[in-house]
C-alpha cells in the first residue's frame, strides 16, 4: 500500500467533514456574540479580518490542536502522520486547510449549479435566468 491509499481513508474523510461543521458551529456562535462580524451589518474592518483570515484558517488551526491533542492511541492516524509531533501538527493543519477549501469550493458549484447556499455563506444565490 502506498502513503496516498494510507492517508485517504474514512476516518481522515470524517475529520475534515467534522472540522467544516465545527468552524460553522464556532462561526455561528461568534457572530451570534458579536453581531458586527455576521454579513447581515455592512462591511466592516473587522468583518474582513474575520471573514478573510480566521474563518479561512480556523479549520487549520482547529486540525492541528485536534492532532496535537488527541493520541494516537484514540485516533486512527496514518502511519506516516504518527511519527512526530511535527508530523501530527502538519496532518491536522493539511486536514484543516482542506476542510477549509472543500467547503468553499462544494459551496460555489452547489450556489452555481443549483441555487443553493450552504450554511455561512457570504455570497447570495446568482438570480435564476
Known amino acids: 500500500m502506498n502513503k496516498l491509499d ?11 467533514v467534522v472540522l467544516a461543521v ?9 457572530e451570534a456574540l458579536w ?5 447581515t451589518t455592512p462591511m466592516s474592518r473587522a468583518q474582513r479580518v474575520w471573514e478573510m483570515f480566521f474563518l479561512p484558517a480556523l479549520p487549520a488551526l482547529l486540525g492541528t490542536l485536534f492532532c496535537l491533542a488527541v493520541s494516537p492511541q484514540y485516533y486512527p492516524y ?17 486536514l484543516g486547510w482542506f476542510s477549509s477549501g472543500g467547503y ?23 438570480p435564476n435566468g
Open 22 to 30: 465545527l468552524t460553522l458551529l464556532i462561526r455561528r456562535l461568534v
Open 104 to 126: 468553499g469550493g462544494i459551496s460555489a458549484v452547489l450556489r452555481k449549479k443549483w441555487n443553493v447556499s450552504l450554511p455561512g455563506d457570504t455570497d447570495p444565490p446568482p
Open 35 to 39: 453581531p458586527t462580524l455576521s454579513n
Open 78 to 94: 496514518p502511519q506516516v502522520a504518527s511519527a512526530t509531533r511535527l508530523s501530527l501538527a502538519l496532518y491536522g493543519f493539511t
Open 6 to 16: 494510507d492517508i485517504l481513508t474514512v476516518p481522515t474523510a470524517c475529520l475534515i
